[in-house]
T-cell receptor
Framework: KAGVTQTPRYLIKTRGQQVTLSCSPI?????VSWYQQTPGQGLQFLFE???????NKGNFPGRFSGRQFSNSRSEMNVSTLELGDSALYLC?????????FGPGTRLLVL | QQQVKQSPQSLIVQKGGISIINCAYE??????FPWYQQFPGKGPALLIA?????SEKKEGRFTISFNKSAKQFSLHIMDSQPGDSATYFC??????????????FGQGTTLQVKP
């Protein structure tokens, strides 16, 4: 089975812009979670989607949003980018309690 | 109460030695405790996981020890190899279908195994 794929792998944006990141889960997995990884804050949970519904949300501002499509693919969007949004954004698909992570999208905000 | 505290921040071990990483939690609602391994440029990969009804779980050279009363758990890597050099994260999640997808991670431990 193919693993979790994320696109794009690298992205450079400027402050104030918005960005959309994409995640394709492992075939058959209906749950997708998103995490932000930074050197200072570590790995932090953003949100989880299951069957197109947001089931859980972390402590991030409303600029961070997501959605899931009927084929379980998910996107996350960050609007009005700030310098502090520079991070590795990781997507994970889940089967029962095990989460399988993708390689991440590295976002740099200038 | 949602935190998972991990130590040490970094660890240097000689080849063949034992690497030990510790984690502590406060929230007794946590019921699933995985360990992830992350190499540079890669996403975290599940190494081993345990539930609180088990005090120890072993998979190859990797062992989780779990102390429910102390709310602590640790990862032991036996016969550490240079290829084990990576960042290790402990994590925890609560039960229930709406919580299982939310992992709370420790701060990470960078392990270097010297040849």
């Amino acid at each position: 089975k193919a693993g979790v794929t994320q696109t794009p792998r690298y992205l450079i944006k400027t402050r104030g812009q918005q960005v959309t990141l994409s995640c394709s889960p492992i075939s058959g997995h209906r749950s997708v979670s998103w995490y932000q990884q930074t050197p200072g804050q570590g790995l932090q949970f953003l949100f989880e989607y299951f069957s197109e519904t947001q089931r859980n949300k972390g402590n991030f501002p409303g600029r961070f949003s997501g959605r899931q499509f009927s084929n379980s693919r998910s996107e996350m969007n960050v609007s009005t980018l700030e310098l502090g949004d520079s991070a590795l954004y990781l997507c994970a698909s889940r089967l029962q309690e095990t989460q399988y992570f993708g390689p991440g999208t590295r976002l740099l905000v200038l | 109460q949602q935190q998972v505290k991990q130590s040490p921040q970094s660890l240097i071990v000689q080849k063949g030695g034992i690497s030990i990483i510790n984690c502590a939690y406060e929230n007794t609602a946590f019921d699933y405790f995985p360990w992830y391994q992350q190499f540079p440029g890669k996403g975290p990969a599940l190494l081993i996981a345990i539930r609180p009804d088990v005090s120890e779980k072993k998979e190859g050279r990797f062992t989780i020890s779990f102390n429910k009363s102390a709310k602590q758990f640790s990862l032991h890597i036996m016969d550490s190899q240079p290829g084990d050099s990576a960042t290790y994260f402990c994590a925890a999640s609560m039960g229930g279908s709406s919580n299982t997808g939310k992992l709370i991670f420790g701060q990470g431990t960078t392990l270097q195994v010297k040849p």
